[in-house]
């Protein structure tokens, strides 16, 4: 299969604790986007990166958070001292953007929930 | 700051209907308005991708149309059933990232 994959696909941890999701995108795209969802909203944009250069970050990416996409292929994105309001499917997206063309494609998603 | 809206929220409709699913947006500097699906718990699913510089869009049962100037897209689907049952979610790219809609919940009953 050559689509988005992500790993895990859900992860129950304890508040205060810290956890790390992991996205392979389809392999010859080179941009890579992570979303956070919560019940009844659509996907929110956090962060992205084309290769590997972080060029985006949203606000709603506190300090706590950080993504690293190395060597410009897989990606993965920390969650330091998780709160409960960091209970949320975490969605990863890749692209590549060919003649100002481009389509997002979704990986499965990681369901956090933290307790 | 786009703001994108989706309605109805939740419709339910029997099998065999057309249907029709709307979506706006405010800002109408968007270089493309993509259409999707979602299962509940998983992952999003592009139906269908229409450029600024396109009307509509088509996809077998699925037709896409956008108007840019009036901040508006819809997403027709022809003869519904059961298995269209899911979240569709409307979003507009105006450069990097995806700004979503909440989505409209459509239930196809047999």
């Known amino acids: 299969d050559t689509g988005v994959s992500q790993n895990p696909r859900h992860k129950i941890t304890k508040r205060g604790q810290n956890v790390t999701f992991r996205c392979d995108p389809i392999?010859?795209?080179?941009?890579l986007y992570w979303y956070r969802q919560t019940l009844g909203q659509g996907p929110e944009f956090l962060t992205y990166?084309?290769?590997?250069?972080?060029?985006?970050k949203s606000r709603l990416l506190s300090d706590r958070f950080s993504a690293e996409r190395p060597k410009g292929s897989f990606s993965t994105l920390e969650i330091q001292r998780t709160e409960q309001g960091d209970s949320a499917m975490y969605l990863c997206?890749?692209?590549?953007?060919?003649?100002?063309?481009?389509?997002?494609?979704f990986g499965p998603g990681t369901r956090l929930l933290v307790l | 700051k786009q703001e994108v809206t989706q309605i109805p929220a939740a419709l339910s409709v029997p099998e065999g209907e057309n249907l029709v699913l709307n979506c706006s947006f405010t800002?109408?500097?968007?270089?493309?308005l993509q259409w999707f699906r979602q299962d509940p718990g998983k992952g999003l699913t592009s139906l269908l991708l229409?450029?600024?510089?396109?009307r509509e869009q088509t996809s077998g049962r699925l037709n896409a149309s956008l108007d840019k100037s009036s901040g508006r897209s819809t997403l027709y689907i022809a003869a519904s059933q059961p298995g269209d049952s899911a979240t569709y979610l409307c979003?507009?790219?105006?450069?990097?990232?995806?700004?979503f809609g909440k989505g409209t919940s459509l239930l196809v009953t047999p």
């Open positions: 997206a890749s692209s590549l953007r060919q003649l100002g063309r481009e389509t997002q494609y």
């Open positions: 392999s010859e795209h080179n941009r």
């Open positions: 800002d109408s500097a968007i270089y493309n």
């Open positions: 990166f084309q290769n590997e250069a972080q060029l985006e």
């Open positions: 979003a507009t790219n105006s450069g990097y990232a995806l700004n």
């Open positions: 229409i450029q600024s510089s396109q």
